[in-house]
């Protein structure tokens, strides 16, 4: 799964991350491996589900068989954009890509702990793993409880962190939010998060 591979972010020190393709790392494991990506992160286009897989030619077979039963052919207005998108300077992925999902985040992370939450930060993607168990309105909510309480009551959407942890008590006091939309998005859903500020 390729989709975060222009989403890694230099550590707390400034230390560069780069993205591990399996095959190129593990030659031995390439003829194993199927590459799959697509545009729904790296072109904000999470609706589409345009994407595509690289496997091995034994694969071929088994791998039509599985897509012929999964997909639908995308419409003809969408592939014409995938490949306007594809065709940006290398300059867009490998640099401003990056940097445009960092502010985001950023920003969206200093509102989440103004609001009382411990944000994780990621060393990828457009995700924030935050803990509410200090967050005075939703202390003692299961993830799904408080995430359904921020959607009515203040207006943000998330996702309840325990999905993301199987049969885990990991995820108990954890939610995701994402930083994929727009700047003026985010900006509404920081003015709201300013209800849950224990400042105030």
Not at 15 to 32: C, G, M, V, Y
Not at 37 to 45: E, P, Q
Not at 57 to 85: C, F, K, N
Not at 102 to 107: A, D, H
Request: hydrophobic letters at 35%; proline letters at 6%.
């Amino acid at each position: 799964d390729e989709i975060y591979e222009w989403m890694c972010y230099p550590d707390e020190y400034g230390n560069s991350r780069r993205h591990t393709l399996i095959p190129k790392e593990f030659p031995e494991a390439k003829d194993l491996t199927l590459v799959c990506n697509s545009l729904g992160k790296s072109a904000s286009a999470t609706g589409w589900r345009l994407g595509w897989c690289l496997h091995p030619p034994h694969l071929t077979d088994s791998y039509r068989g599985i897509h012929d039963q999964l997909v639908a052919m995308s419409p003809h207005p969408m592939q014409y954009a995938s490949i306007t998108y594809l065709n940006l300077p290398d300059e867009y992925f490998k640099e401003q890509l990056a940097i445009r999902y960092k502010e985001r985040l950023r920003i969206l992370a200093l509102a989440l702990k103004e609001a009382g939450f411990k944000v994780v930060s990621p060393e990828g993607s457009y995700y924030l793993f935050v803990d509410y168990h200090e967050v005075e309105q939703l202390n003692g909510l299961s993830p799904m409880d408080a995430a359904m309480k921020l959607m009515r009551d203040i207006g943000v959407a998330c996702v309840p962190g325990d999905n993301f942890y199987g049969k885990s008590l990991d995820g108990q006091h954890m939610l995701r939010f994402a930083a994929c939309r727009s700047m003026s998005d985010i900006s509404i859903a920081l003015e709201r998060l300013k209800k849950l500020n224990p400042l105030k």
